[in-house]
């Protein structure tokens, strides 16, 4: 029996409201992403792109349909539970680094295991492994202010890395990045993906978008069109 996806959504619907006035952001969409896939998401503004990020990073909830996560069902979980499955299984990734200034990358890559009540020791190790698996060794004293732009992203990727979530969740990642640093960012994703690790990664940048192994492209909240391989890179 083969496992199941990572990402299953069925009939997925979103619905804001704000008085009488409706805007349906996502329209009945069907997904599946299997573990290891790498899945770029991509779409114009008001796509239902950013919509989706939030449904697939528990961030919020559908209005309709299922949605689930590893095989869970994450559709009825309260608050807690949910703050649990974003601590453990999903690796945030924002086009803003969000690095404390203050703090060294060492500290920054530990500080969301602090929160999930990860002893110190292991903390250390986990943050100083993910680092080091970014190219980052040299520099976990280093704080944000003296780091590039790519090495900051490649922090916050690090950062996403310790927890070993399920899938890594990048929205935008190169968005505030030169050419440099968002090819640094985007080989060290074709790495991550080499070694097994599930991406999803929501861009607006058909190059960006390019480098993944399968692209969704959305419009008006439904799935337009879902390529793989070769026919994904054209």
Excluded: W
Aim: charged share 25%; proline share 3%; hydrophobic share 40%.
């Amino acid at each position: 029996m083969s496992a199941a996806p990572v990402i299953a959504l069925t009939a997925a619907h979103k619905t804001y409201r704000t008085g009488d006035i409706e805007v349906a952001a996502l329209r009945g969409i069907d997904l599946e992403v299997e573990a290891g896939e790498y899945l770029a998401i991509m779409g114009p503004s008001g796509s239902g792109k950013s919509s989706l990020m939030n449904i697939l990073g528990c961030l919020d909830v559908l209005t309709g349909g299922a949605y689930r996560l590893a095989g869970e069902d994450v559709e009825h979980l309260g608050e807690p539970a949910l703050a649990r499955v974003r601590n453990r299984q999903i690796g945030f990734v924002f086009q803003q680094f969000h690095l404390l200034p203050s703090l060294s990358a060492l500290r920054n890559v530990e500080l969301p295991m602090l929160y999930g009540r990860i002893e110190r020791a292991e903390r250390r190790e986990r943050a100083t492994a993910a680092l080091r698996s970014v190219g980052l060794g040299d520099r976990l004293n280093h704080r944000p202010g003296e780091l590039s732009g790519g090495q900051q992203q490649r922090a916050a990727v690090a950062r996403a890395l310790a927890a070993d979530p399920t899938i890594i969740l990048a929205d935008e990642p190169t968005g505030n990045l030169d050419s440099v640093s968002t090819d640094e960012v985007l080989e060290l994703f074709d790495r991550l993906h080499a070694d097994g690790r599930t991406i999803v990664l929501i861009t607006h940048e058909r190059d960006v978008a390019a480098r993944a192994s399968r692209i969704v492209t959305m419009r008006d909240g439904q799935v337009v069109s879902d390529s793989r391989g070769e026919d994904a890179a054209g």
